[in-house]
């Protein structure tokens, strides 16, 4: 065993003594690491433990700054790369196997680093952070610099890897995602790009992603405006909108567990849903590979996921839950699963050595198996791990060989103190807490969570075993502890109690006693010397609610296991005067304390503050509770909660603490003279310490690092000897299954059947005489209840134990009182529940809910419940209705001010013209109301006034729809106001019919009572539904539940009737008037009309006898009678009609009058029929405007959300501009470098000859050929094996390859300078010189090679700039394009206004059913506009047909005056012909006419006299024409006035026209002025585009026309004749 090497807190020394780790035993928590072919490492408390795989010894690096984090190695390097876990932690890096320090990393991580990767080749080394960086960063750690970093916040990793056969490639991946990272490099930059790989869904099928940003796929809706993507709606604008999806939209990815490398740069993903991925490390394209079934005895286990996956050939090995490590053949896009080795324990973690012929192993429970590959393939076990961390830990006596160890499962092992090898294990299969080992023998005692504590006999260390087993108690043993002597075992549980138990074995652990003390016990203190026949004890306990700790000390002597029957009682518990028990208390808290050997004082630590203090015992004998003070107070320098300890001498006082510092001190002075920092506070500091006897051994067993260490003082010579490495695993198999009983109970009921068995005649006569006592009790109450009141007595005065009863009372008291309570707090609740519905559904309301019910027929008409408007509401309106009145005003004035201007421009109008057009005005003021149909709703059939809402075709702004908004509920208001109104005016007419009804209901009753009818009365009544606030009442009838009168209440109200019967009694006794009148005439002094029905005349008496026996007198009397009863049977009939005639009168007014309530109450139902629809048809106007303002805000949310993506990608884009340039000018920097370096290089080469031309010329030619010729490197070649085991080959790209071969060809070209290979002849000096030359022209080729490779990278880092570069142009044109489709969309939403018609109900036949039935591109205008633009169609049509035969005729005209003008031409050719001819003659006309003529005179007067006649005509002619152009020119100038007229309303169109362009413009200006001049000057190129091709086709058709034209002159000249001139 190598011994641990001391780092910086590793001891301290003082006075010669010193403390130095011997060994550490743990087992790993992390992953195992392979450090070279034959040695693993893993991280263990504050160590890393290194062993040797063939010879199993173990070496250990300590960390200086308390526990490692994690551990990465470099197998080529062979270095070892850990982090420490304090604030800002570093990254130490060892080599092995030296364990010298390389270099300590520092970075900018706060808390903690979470994953370590070393490259396969380089040295470079990554990192990973978690909360809260959560930050990449590479690493040179040869030169300890961070090349670069990069961090990602929320995303956590669980594993990292380098690619081995590319550096630059690095792969992290956690449960949720995986993603790839390449390193680029250009000279001594680097920088990180990361892509992320897309995981396919849970099934294995992948899931086609839109793009969340530019979604190309969004539906077209026509109806309701642009359908924007899901982030716009969500009203995202930030960095969240690129990846926002609603819930429904995110389905389950597959959850990756483990991945792995393969030669070919691709990567397998194991998955938890069993999947196998894998994926193109350059593409990163995913490929679920298929799993190919077959029978196997796999169908019996359940395969669920891969937990780690390690590459070999063709395959994978994959680890399950199951224990099982499976072959994964992979081919073809298709896998196999193959056994390849079983576990006993699931399979958390493997990896293979360096060469490929191991296969290490790591179970769950951190013991690691070792499988060598071969002809015959082994499976060896390097370390056994113990089953969860050791819980306690103590030496076996004598203490300089053996130790145990304990865990909580239960598992007891024998350990070899030497090198820690086991020797031997136990199971006790239950959970333990507390281990002892018994310094008098060699057995051991382990307390159990159960109450049991078994004892374990270590003779032989090879094979312990359970001796006996001690069940004490139901509650958990914390603490057991032997005396010095092992005399006693001390044992606490939790429930307070500390049994004494024989510790010998001879007495079987005989059980003597237990004494209670607090339950709280913290430490369990002895001392127990050989020179004194007894054993104190101390008890430390605490008392968190008084903030102090209790001490209970008391003495056991030697003998008491012969004596134990004196000292304890009956049920085992020891007597306190006997055992001398005392009680001192301290006033403040420790958290240990021990007493020391001359037992006059006592050691302890203080919990909340850092102080050791000692306290003197007091010398008398005290009662009650002692005081004691502090005597002495001394600095621990440990922080925390600690425990101190007494060695076997008494000489050493030992403390630990949470800060896993132990220090050893002098027990006089308290002075520390050794220390040693063998835990740290990440791991909660120490748990339990240990010292042999011989004070040379200690053990320290932390508390959650689960490290055990071995300290040894660094003087003392400890001889190795070899050890039994025979481990025994027997389990303790329990085989009495019966149910055992606590040691104490056992002890209870014992005492309780002997005092059963002593007092039992006592007790019978007690229950004998409780008998007899009962019945004479019972007696007297059955004496006492027939007694009169007077001399009863009370229930209490019977009772014999009136305390009890009293306490009895107090409680029924208290029940009663705590039931009452609760009733009233539940009815308090009901109630507050009740008001809050009550405040809510009708205090809040204005208007309460409330409905009538006709009398006769089934109809209800319901009212409109409304609330109150608030402040806020009443002043929005008030602020929208003044607005809209200043809107009024304002239109007002304007068309005011252009009346006075029309009429200043029209003042020359005609008067007919002037009433025309104020007709028109007229017309145009009376059509300014909108109708009901384009109103869209009736709410003008209400009185309401729509006058100050805006047009539907107006609504284009947002302050416009909030204010029509308001003002429609307003409306809404209103029509429920004005129908609830009428519902009110419908309820007291309702009222006042019942009211009337009930009025001739008393009579009717009266009526149906004198005609003894049997008719019930009709009798109508308000319903709870009419009056809901019956509801709210509750009726005494309505409660089923007996009130509870109180006694004294009952016994006063019986008291009150019997007063009142009895003064009512005397009354009528003394009203003999009364008394009378009812006798004699029935209580009434007049007979009334309507008791004729019920009068009655009574018979003589004489009618008793028999007709024949009757007297006259009696016979008149008889006669008289039937007269008397004739008469009054009349006087009845006719009353009777009468009452008859009155009753049905009766009911039919009420029965008119109620069905005309009904009537009225029908007409209110269609009222509110009518009503609810005009509120139906405001709420959806208002919800369309509603939604158009929403649809506004998403739109203005998209619009933002570009712009704020359009800064970004411009800021990126200035990134990557500048890194383009900066790359670009290091690019050329590094070419001038590297021309000027072959231009070295070329003039070395031809300044060769030159250097030696003083030689001959062929011994010149000899060494140029040698200073040409190279070194041959031979190439290391690796065994054949070795190279076809290892299936990544040899790794390319290391930095140390190259070194190693640029020493290689050093050390070859120092064989070339070797004296023997320089030319015969040449001078020794000029073959040094020729080998210096040649020797820098070496190192300049290789240097133009590294230049050269680097310059090739420089360059392609570069065009991956520019790529990037690209790509952001791009995204950046792609969003100005996504701006200008969005605000077209807006322009367009706006104008495309959704309205509301009403439309008339009916059907329409048609001749031709060709209705079209698509709307999409269909505009919805004004009726008005299309009449008149048809109107002006028609007289434009008009207009353009008259014009069309007026250009008929003038064009038919001039082909008349054509055809005259050819034809005169012709005849001016004739002529000319003949005067031509008469030319020739030489006779004039004249001539001829003045010979001819004989009367040549008369023809002169005769042709003057034609003249003036023509010229009076042409004169008359003349003014003719001149008068009708006078007309023709008033009637231009009327016609000038109406183009005028025109003009001006076209200017006034115009100038409106001009406003809205510019409004236009302002609205084009704000969205994009840049965008927009853009789209204008593109369509000012295509309009110009389009005239220069319009241009040149008017040219084309211009010589075609000039073509036509000639051939058609040439045509028409064929049809006429030719004249030639002769």
């Known amino acids: 065993m190598a011994q641990g090497r001391e780092r910086d807190e590793g001891y301290h020394s003082a006075g010669g003594a010193s403390l130095s780790v011997r060994w550490v035993q743990g087992f790993p928590k992390q992953n195992v690491h392979f450090v070279n072919n034959n040695t693993i490492c893993y991280p263990c408390g504050n160590y890393v433990i290194f062993i040797n795989i063939e010879t199993k010894n173990k070496t250990v690096l300590q960390c200086s700054n308390g526990i490692v984090g994690v551990v990465a190695t470099n197998i080529p390097y062979e270095v070892v790369a850990f982090s420490d876990r304090k604030l800002k932690p570093l990254i130490y890096i060892y080599s092995f196997p030296g364990l010298t320090r390389r270099t300590k990393l520092k970075g900018n991580i706060l808390l903690d680093y979470t994953l370590l990767s070393f490259s396969y080749c380089g040295t470079y080394l990554a990192s990973y952070s978690s909360l809260p960086e959560f930050e990449l960063a590479l690493w040179n750690w040869e030169s300890n610099i961070i090349l670069c970093k990069k961090s990602q916040p929320g995303i956590d990793v669980n594993q990292m890897s380098f690619n081995p056969m590319n550096w630059r490639q690095l792969c992290l991946s956690s449960p949720s995602a995986v993603s790839v990272w390449t390193i680029e490099r250009s000279n001594q930059e680097h920088h990180f790009r990361a892509r992320s790989v897309k995981l396919p869904l849970e099934d294995g099928s992948f899931f086609n992603e839109t793009d969340v940003v530019f979604p190309q796929s969004l539906p077209k809706d026509l109806i309701y405006g642009p359908v924007l993507p899901l982030s716009a709606i969500a009203g995202l604008v930030g960095e969240e909108a690129e990846t926002f999806r609603p819930k429904d939209d995110l389905y389950p990815l597959l959850h990756p567990t483990m991945h792995c490398w393969t030669p070919t740069s691709d990567l397998y993903i194991g998955c938890e849903e069993g999947h196998l991925l894998m994926i193109n490390g350059d593409t990163l394209k995913v490929t679920v590979l298929n799993k190919i079934e077959e029978e196997s005895p796999l169908g019996r286990r359940n395969f669920i996921s891969p937990v780690t996956l390690v590459y070999q050939k063709e395959g994978v090995l994959a680890s399950g839950i199951d224990g099982f490590v499976y072959s994964f053949i992979i081919k073809d896009g298709s896998y196999m699963i193959k056994d390849f080795l079983e576990i006993e324990r699931p399979v958390e973690h493997m990896t293979f050595s360096p060469n490929y012929t191991m296969l290490l192993i790591q179970t769950d429970k951190g013991s690691v198996y070792i499988y060598t590959f071969g002809e015959e393939p082994t499976l060896n076990k390097v370390l056994d791990a113990c089953d969860g961390k050791f819980q306690a830990v103590d030496f076996i006596t004598p203490g300089t060989q053996h130790f145990m160890t304990l865990t909580h499962s239960g598992e007891i092992c024998v350990w070899w103190l030497e090198d820690c090898s086991c020797v031997s294990k136990i199971y006790l299969n239950t959970p333990a807490t507390v281990l002892a080992c018994c310094p008098s023998s060699l057995s051991a005692a382990v307390g159990t969570e159960g109450g049991s504590v078994y004892f374990i006999s270590v003779y032989d260390k090879e094979s312990p075993q359970v001796v006996d087993k001690a069940f004490l108690s139901e509650s958990s043993v914390q603490h057991v502890t032997y005396d010095q002597r092992g005399i006693f075992l001390l044992v606490g549980t939790s429930e307070g109690r500390v049994f004494i138990i024989c510790a010998s074995s001879s007495r079987s652990f005989r059980i003597i006693g237990f004494t209670e003390v607090a339950k709280d016990i913290l430490q369990i203190s002895t001392v127990s010397l050989s020179e004194t026949d007894i054993v104190e004890v101390m008890v430390l306990s605490s008392l968190p609610e008084a903030g102090r700790s209790r001490l209970e000390m008391f003495t056991l002597p030697t003998l008491l296991p012969q004596v134990s029957t004196i000292f304890a009682d009956e049920r085992g518990r020891l007597k306190d005067e006997i055992i001398h028990k005392y009680l001192y208390e301290l006033e403040h808290t420790l958290s240990s304390a021990v007493l020391d050997f001359q037992s006059k004082q006592i050691y302890g ?892 005179e008369a023809l002169i007067s005769i042709q003057i006299g034609i003249m003036e006649q023509t010229i009076a005509v042409l004169d008359k002619t003349h003014k003719k024409n001149v008068e009708n152009c006078k007309k023709l ?79 058609v002159e040439r045509l028409r000249m064929k049809t006429f004749p030719a004249l030639v001139q002769m």
């Open 605 to 1496: 630590f203080c919990s909340q503050v850092p102080y050791i203090c000692s306290y003197l015992l007091p010398k008398e004998e005290h009662m009650g509770i002692y005081i004691l003070k502090p005597y002495k107070k001394v600095q621990s320098r440990q922080y925390g909660p600690g425990m101190l300890y007494l060695s076997s001498h008494g000489l050493w006082l030992i403390t630990i603490a949470k800060c896993g510092i132990l220090c050893i001190r002098d027990v006089y002075t308290l002075e520390t003279f050794a220390r040693c920092r063998s835990h740290s506070h990440q791991g909660h500091g120490i748990q339990s310490m240990r010292i042999s006897m011989d004070g040379q051994n200690i053990l320290v067993n932390g508390r959650d690092d689960g490290t055990l260490v071995y300290l040894k003082w660094k003087y003392v010579q400890y001889s190795k000897q070899k050890a039994s490495i025979d481990s025994s695993q027997d389990e303790l198999v329990p085989t009495d299954v019966k149910k055992e009983i606590p040691w104490i109970q056992q002890k209870s009921q014992e005492a309780i059947k002997k005092e059963v068995n002593l007092f039992s005649k006592k007790r019978k006569e007690i229950k004998e005489g409780i008998k007899s006592l009962s019945k004479t009790i019972l007696n007297m109450m059955e004496e006492n209840d027939k007694l009169e009141n007077i001399a009863k007595l009370d229930q209490q005065e019977f009772g014999l134990d009136l305390e009890e009863l009293e306490r009895l009372h107090d409680e029924s008291q208290e029940e009663v009182a705590k039931m009452i309570k609760d009733v009233e707090m539940h009815n308090l609740a009901k109630s507050y529940l009740a008001e809050l519905i009550k405040e809510e559904c009708w205090n809040s309301m204005a208007v309460k809910g409330r409905a009538l019910k006709c009398f006769h027929i089934p109809c209800v008409v319901e009212n409109f419940p409304m609330k109150a408007r608030t402040v806020e509401e009443l002043k929005e309106l008030e602020r929208v209705l003044q607005q809209k009145k200043i809107e009024a005003e304002c239109l007002k004035l304007r068309k005011e001010i252009v009346e006075a201007q029309s009429g200043v421009i029209l003042v020359k109008k005609r008067h007919e013209e002037d009433d025309e057009e104020e007709e028109e005005e007229d017309k145009t003021v009376k059509c300014s109301n909108l109708p009901n149909y384009l109103l869209g709703s009736l709410s003008t059939d209400f009185g309401v006034d729509t006058s100050l809402l805006s047009s539907q075709l107006q609504l284009h702004s947002r302050e416009e729809k909030i204010n029509q908004i308001i003002l429609l509920k307003d409306i809404i208001y209103k029509v429920k106001t004005a129908f609830n109104n009428e519902f009110d005016a419908a309820y007291k007419q309702k009222e006042f019919e019942i009211t009337r009804v009930k009025e001739r209901n008393v009579r009717i009753r009266e009526i149906i009572v004198d005609l003894e009818l049997e008719e019930a009365v009709w009798q109508p009544e308000f319903e709870d539904c009419e009056k809901p606030e019956r509801t709210l009442v509750v009726q005494d009838e309505e409660i089923t539940a007996h009130k509870h009168v109180m006694p004294w209440h009952k016994a006063r109200e019986e008291l009150i009737v019997n007063r009142e019967t009895e003064r009512w009694l005397l009354i009528q006794g003394a009203n003999t008037r009364l008394r009378a009148l009812m006798d004699m005439m029935g209580g009434v002094l007049e007979v009334k009309k309507e008791d004729i029905l019920r009068m009655v005349i009574p018979q003589p008496a004489f009618m008793a006898k028999p007709d024949a026996v009757w007297t006259e007198e009696e016979r008149k009397q008889f006669k008289d009678y039937e007269k008397k009863v004739k008469e009054l049977n009349e006087e009845r009939d006719k009353y009777r009609k009468s009452l008859e005639a009155e009753l049905k009168k009766l009911q039919n007014s009420i029965q008119e009058s109620t069905q005309a309530f009904d009537e009225h109450l029908k007409r209110l139902f269609e009222r509110r029929v009518k009503a609810e629809l005009v509120t139906n048809q405001e709420e959806l106007k208002i919800s369309n405007l509603a939604f158009s303002l929403l649809l506004d805000e998403e739109l203005s949310s998209r619009e933002k959300f570009l712009n704020n993506y359009l800064t970004r990608k411009q800021l990126e884009k200035s990134q990557t501009s500048e890194a383009v340039r900066k790359s670009r000018e290091d690019l050329d920097v590094y070419k001038e470098h590297y021309d000027n370096l072959l231009a070295e290089d070329k003039v070395m080469d031809r300044s060769f000859k030159k250097e030696f031309s003083e030689i001959p010329g062929h011994q010149v030619d000899i060494l140029y050929k040698l200073f040409k010729r190279r070194p041959r490197i031979s190439k290391q070649k690796t065994h054949s094996e070795t190279t076809s085991a290892v299936p990544f080959g040899e790794l390319p790209g290391s930095g140390k390859l190259s070194k190693d071969a640029f020493a290689q060809l050093m050390k070859a070209m120092d064989e070339l300078d070797n004296i023997s290979n320089m030319p015969e002849g040449l001078n020794p000096l000029v073959w040094n010189h020729f080998c210096m030359t040649r020797r820098a022209k070496v190192e300049n080729e290789q240097k133009v090679k590294q230049k050269a490779a680097d310059l090739l990278e420089m360059a392609t880092f570069l065009r991956k700039r520019v790529e990037e570069e690209e790509k952001v142009q791009q995204e950046i044109e792609r969003v100005f394009h996504e701006l200008i489709l969005l605000q077209e969309e807006k322009v367009r939403f706006q104008l495309n206004l959704t309205i509301q018609i009403l439309l008339k109900q009916g059907q329409v036949e048609l001749e031709n059913f060709q209705l079209v039935l698509e709307y999409s591109d269909a505009i919805l205008i004004n009726r008005n506009i299309i009449e008149d633009l048809n109107s002006v169609i028609r007289t434009q049509g008009q207009k353009k047909i008259a014009s069309m035969m007026e250009t008929k005729d003038v064009h038919k005209r001039i082909l008349q005056i054509e055809w005259e003008h050819k034809k005169m031409e012709m005849e001016r050719e004739d002529l000319n012909q003949k005067a031509w001819d008469i030319q020739m003659l030489f006779f004039s006309r004249d001539r001829q006419k003045y010979l001819n003529e004989p009367n040549y």
């Open 1529 to 1607: 020119l008033k009637k231009l100038g009327k016609f000038s006035n109406q183009k005028d007229i025109a003009n001006y309303t076209l200017s006034c169109n115009l100038r409106e026209e001009l406003v809205a362009v510019s409004e236009r413009k302002d609205i084009c200006n704000a969205m994009g002025s840049k965008l927009t001049c853009e789209k204008i000057v593109k369509e000012r190129y295509e309009n110009m585009m389009q005239q220069q091709k319009l241009t040149h086709i008017s040219k084309q058709q211009a010589e075609q026309i000039s073509i036509l034209q000639t051939e």
